[in-house]
């Protein structure tokens, strides 16, 4: 069974970092595409970025001027991690983050989740 756990997750001000990771077992990592979401209070779970199993190509949402450039994802095979690099956090950042797996390039979600990490931003 795979099983994905999330961690990295917390309070940040505004122009701040953080750097979520998620743990991946239960199957085979280095051949599996993978990705994050983030679900705001009241709104729908969004894709936030993918990243294929040999690392070779990544994809990101377009959040316009607010995501793009700002939101980096990468994996380690060797220790089954995949981690999400946030840079300039701004409060409309605030949502708890998912980490999927096989994750499309197009966005599509996997069927495979973790229990979600929650961030939240001031200003």
């Known amino acids: 069974q795979v099983q994905l756990v999330e961690s990295g997750g917390g309070l940040v001000q505004a122009g701040g970092s953080l750097r979520l990771s998620c743990a991946v077992s239960?199957?085979?990592?280095?051949?599996?595409?993978m990705g994050w979401f983030r679900q705001a209070p009241g709104k729908e779970r969004e894709f936030v970025a993918a990243?294929?199993?040999?690392?070779?190509?990544?994809?990101?949402?377009n959040y316009g001027d607010s995501g793009k450039g700002r939101f980096t994802i990468s994996r380690d095979n060797s220790r089954n991690t995949v981690a999400l690099q946030m840079n300039s956090l701004k409060p409309e950042d605030t949502a708890v983050y998912f980490c999927?797996?096989?994750?499309?390039?197009?966005?599509?979600?996997?069927?495979?989740w973790g229990q979600g990490t929650q961030v939240t931003v001031s200003s």
């Open positions: 999927n797996a096989d994750t499309s390039a197009a966005g599509r979600a996997g069927p495979y």
């Open positions: 239960g199957r085979t990592f280095r051949t599996t595409n």
């Open positions: 990243l294929s199993w040999s690392a070779g190509s990544t994809y990101y949402a």
